[in-house]
């Protein structure tokens, strides 16, 4: 569904990315892991356009989408559910997941979403009038993956969704990924949690300082030993 | 001073200050979106009386025509100062931006003065806004009702794109976060020249409602009027439009009332006003409804 092709991005003089490749199939959840700094977050950046890639190709469904504007690539179904949740903190939850729709006019399709989103996290549902700021950080998460939902991605990229979040909830939030993979959505994952990630994901790649390293599915990275020195604490 | 007096000032008070409000969106706005104090936003004000003018003595439109075409050619003109003078500052530091502004008011102004000539124009006032309606002692112009009753509403308009339609919602969502409106689909530069367009049409308005009121036009009309709107947006709270409005009411109640009591320091009127611009900005600089975003991390 999504395959990236020898991607380049610098920050100013820094060489932030080094010819990344990978590929997210349809159906599966994929995963990157890595330490700080090792251009995790800047690679979904860039699939989304908010930071501009230098050299490469990103493809979607064998369209190449690399360096449009970032409205336009929520329209061909790739949502990105950023790192600190980035929230609207001056709107209500229910504003929240309707500009979460912005895209979308069909009126009746977004309030059937929205009930489903409801149920997916029932906190939301009774917080619906409350304004997104008020809510405590697992909530606001919550309502992050619920904004990104309600533009009925078909692939869904969520940057460190368990950052900060206590031990219950960062497991909840894995559950409700898996949830949302099962209804046939495709699942790119950005996480330092590295065997929490590397536990439901079908495949991974691990990025040292803008290059892939490693890679595998989740189980033989979780086997690595590498991998377990490095990101695992074993 | 008799009660007649009182409430004869406080329709006054009334009527000004809903023209200060009507401008004082247009600031508070713009304010909200892009972090930009509009220096422009007076000059814009200054050319919809003109364009009504132009449209009823050269092109024979009628009056209603005429005030239609003004708003929109005013609002024309806002999203055109955008385009050419702001677009392209979007990543340079907001100061430059700033002077851009500043830039965009004297060419305005000196731009009016060449084409419409620096003299005073006498603002041709259909007769319905001649008449003076007489409640008890109390004289009211039919200017002052007039401009009441029409700024109310269009800031009830406004209210309602604000917060009942979806650009209004991109309008919120982008004043928080320009990056992650992107990313949910919203189209940042129209929504932009959207906001452009009302604070604009809402300042022709104004502009229009001020030349009925005090029927003479010429290019620098609109300076003053538009450093109070300015520091009425102050007042109520920039970038909060409610607060806008309400900045906008009370400092030309008070501004009236200022005249009305100390009617020997009048003269002092606009120094009175830009005082209360300096204690506010001392002693609640996030003005009356303005507060600091709440955001947990």
């Known amino acids: 569904m999504l395959k990236i092709e020898n991607l380049h991005v610098y920050f100013g003089g820094i060489h932030a990315l080094k010819g990344i490749n990978f590929d997210v199939p349809e159906g599966k959840i994929i995963t990157l892991i890595g330490a700080n700094g090792a251009g995790k977050s800047t690679t979904l950046r860039t699939i989304c356009s908010l930071v501009k890639a230098r050299n490469g190709k990103i493809k979607l469904k064998d369209e190449e989408i690399t360096n449009i504007a970032p409205e336009l690539i929520v329209k061909r179904g790739v949502a990105l559910i950023p790192e600190g949740r ?53 909530e606001q998460q919550m309502l992050a993956v619920a904004r990104g939902l ?85 | 001073m008799s009660l007649n007096l009182i409430l004869q000032n406080l329709a006054n008070g009334l009527s000004l200050g809903s023209l200060y409000a009507l401008i004082s969106i247009g600031y508070t706005m713009v304010y909200g979106i892009l972090r930009l104090i509009n220096f422009a936003h007076g000059e814009i004000f200054m050319l919809a009386p003109y364009f009504l003018y132009y449209g009823v003595l050269i092109f024979h439109l009628p009056w209603w025509a005429s005030f239609l075409v003004a708003i929109l050619l005013t609002a ?51 007769n319905f806004f001649k008449t003076i309606f007489q409640f008890g002692e109390i004289r009211i112009q039919s200017t002052l009702i007039a401009s009441v009753i029409v700024s109310t509403i269009f800031l009830i308009i406004l209210i309602y794109i604000i ?30 020249s959207f906001t452009f367009a009302i604070g604009s049409a809402l300042a022709a308005v104004g502009g229009i409602l001020w ?18 709107a300015f520091i009425a947006a102050v007042v109520g709270g920039i970038g909060n439009v409610p607060g806008a409005m309400l900045g906008g009411f009370l400092l030309g109640m008070v501004e009236i009332l200022y005249v009305a009591f100390l009617p020997a320091l009048s003269g002092y009127r606009d120094a009175f006003v830009f005082s209360i611009l300096i204690l506010i900005l001392l002693f609640r600089p996030e003005g009356i409804l303005g507060k600091k975003v709440q955001e947990k991390v």
């Open chain 1, 86 to 138: 980035k929230i609207f903190p001056n709107l209500t939850v229910r504003e929240n997941l309707e500009i979460g729709a912005f895209i979308r006019s069909d009126r009746e399709g977004i309030t059937k979403d929205r009930e489903w989103v409801c149920e997916l996290f029932p906190r939301l549902k009774e917080r619906l009038w409350q304004k997104g700021g008020t809510l405590s950080g697992g």
């Open chain 1, 150 to 234: 309600m533009s009925r991605p078909k692939l869904l990229m969520l940057d460190e969704p368990s950052l900060g979040l206590a031990p219950l909830l960062v497991k909840e939030i894995f559950e409700i990924i898996q949830r949302i993979h099962e209804e046939g959505i495709t699942v790119l994952l950005v996480e330092q949690n590295a065997f929490a990630a590397l536990k439901i994901a079908d495949y991974a790649y691990v990025l040292e300082t803008g290059r892939v390293v490693l890679q595998g599915t989740g189980q033989e990275l979780l086997g690595n030993d590498q991998v377990k020195k490095a990101y695992l604490g074993e």
């Open chain 2, 76 to 126: 024309v003109t806002g999203i055109v100062s955008e385009r050419v003078a702001y677009r392209p500052l979007r990543e340079a530091p907001r100061i430059s931006v700033l002077i851009s502004a500043i830039g965009v008011s004297y060419f305005l102004q000196n731009l009016a003065i060449v084409v419409f000539s620096g003299i005073p124009k006498s603002f041709h006032r259909p």
């Open chain 2, 163 to 192: 917060y009942k339609t979806k650009t209004g919602l991109a309008m919120r969502s982008i004043s928080v976060d320009i990056e992650t409106s992107r990313l949910m689909g919203v189209n940042v530069n129209r929504t932009i």
């Open chain 2, 211 to 228: 030349g009925l009121r005090f029927p003479q036009i010429y290019p620098l009309m609109g300076m003053m009027p538009g450093l109070k």
